[in-house]
């Protein structure tokens, strides 16, 4: 069985973002950058399936520019087999992203895809869900533990009322969370030698011609700007003058 890992590059979770002074972006230059920490979680569990000897091939793939070859790189480093980087120089909003990674699926023919269960960056979660959709998949989302099954995939995920547990029949799409597993520490050695590994280069310009993907933007960014800072709050001696505070503010009345 082989499986596949999509993983993505993003501003470290240790840095703290900043906005472009005219509020068109993110700032990332001369940023640390590294990849998405659920992706990372994908990625960790697709080698214990490996390890376990339920897959014999884990590729991972990542769609970006050049500078995306790090996270491959430390995929490799991780222990994955092979890397496929589908190079693109726009950023690509997650449904392009979603037919982007249909059409790597439908050459590579993997029997698990596994992403992370959002990127820390956008926070939109829509990806793996699209990607569901247009593979006609089942999926299971937020997904904090699994066991394959031949030809099924038993997956516990996160609810709003707790957790729930579904059985997926094989091909199935699972994104996951941070609670699936803990990724392994990864040691110099392996990412020296991770440098030596062939990675495989897409141009995604091309791919999309060739197979007739729209990948054009659906949204337009117009502006980011910080949140407004937290009013200073205020003591109140009892509750009656809670109550009295809470009635006088915008008409609510308890």
Avoid: C, W
């Amino acid at each position: 069985m082989k499986i596949l890992v999509a993983a993505k590059r993003v501003v470290d979770y240790n840095v703290k973002v900043s906005i472009k002074p005219d509020g068109t972006d993110v700032d990332v230059a001369g940023v640390k950058m590294s990849i998405n920490p659920y992706d990372e979680n994908a990625i960790e569990e697709a080698l214990r399936l490996k390890a376990k000897g339920i897959t014999t091939e884990v590729v991972v793939v990542s769609i970006g520019t050049a500078a995306n070859q790090d996270v491959l790189r430390r995929a490799f480093a991780m222990g994955v087999d092979r890397a496929i980087l589908v190079e693109n120089d726009s950023n690509l909003q997650p449904l392009a992203v979603a037919k982007v990674l249909k059409s790597i699926v439908s050459r590579e023919q993997p029997k698990l895809i596994l992403l992370g269960k959002l990127s820390i960056d956008d926070d939109t979660s829509h990806t793996g869900q699209m990607l569901a959709a247009l593979l006609d998949y089942p999926q299971g989302a937020f997904v904090s533990s699994l066991d394959v099954n031949e030809n099924e995939v038993v997956v516990t995920r996160e609810i709003d009322g707790g957790t729930e547990t579904l059985a997926l029949k094989l091909p199935a799409v699972i994104t996951a969370d941070q609670r699936l597993n803990e990724p392994r520490f990864v040691k110099l050695p392996n990412l020296m030698l991770a440098r030596k590994k062939v990675i495989e280069i897409i141009n995604g310009a091309e791919l999309a011609i060739k197979l007739g993907i729209d990948i054009e933007p659906r949204q337009q960014l117009l502006k980011v700007a910080e949140p407004p800072k937290r009013k200073t709050g205020i003591k109140v001696g009892s509750v009656t003058e809670l109550l009295e505070k809470l009635n006088a503010h915008e008409g609510i009345h308890i």
